[in-house]
């Protein structure tokens, strides 16, 4: 399942909430940074996310409806 992959990727970048919040950053929606105790992304895993990002993209452009 798509969704399932787009979860699994966010996953891999400590917090889910940090990694969404930059995929939606990178899509034009800005809707701030994780709040404590949450942490942000660190650089090497923004690097990583923005290399997947491609990949995110165009699983989650599938999904929309």
Known sequence: ?????????????????????EVLRLRGINIGKVRDPLMPLSEEELQKLHRS?????????????
């Open 1 to 21: 399942n798509a969704i399932n992959d787009v979860i699994c990727d966010l996953l891999q970048f400590g917090c889910l909430y940090s990694g969404t919040k």
């Open 53 to 65: 990002a491609e990949t995110l993209r165009g699983v989650i452009n599938a999904l929309e409806l």
